[in-house]
């Protein structure tokens, strides 16, 4: 696992063992969704769509919240 993305609000952990899967941990939310094949690339294409002179944590977190929003699941304390 491997922290690839941190901010306020979000957190992006790489797993390379699981076939490039990422999980989206939403910290003030606390959901995470975990993401891999074609929905793993799609998020990938979507960051690096966003222009290098626009692409900063606030339209990152904005991207991640649509990629969250419905799919993401509660995170839960044992």
Do not use: T, W
């Amino acid at each position: 696992m491997n922290l690839v993305y941190n901010s306020r609000h979000y957190a992006i952990l790489a797993y390379p063992v699981q076939k490039g899967g990422f999980e989206l941990v939403d910290k003030l939310g606390r959901r995470s969704l975990f993401v891999q094949g074609s929905v793993a690339i799609g998020l990938r294409e979507a960051i690096n769509r966003i222009p290098d002179g626009e692409r900063d944590m606030d339209s990152i977190d904005s991207l991640l919240d649509d990629y969250c929003v419905g799919n993401a699941r509660p995170i839960l304390f044992h």
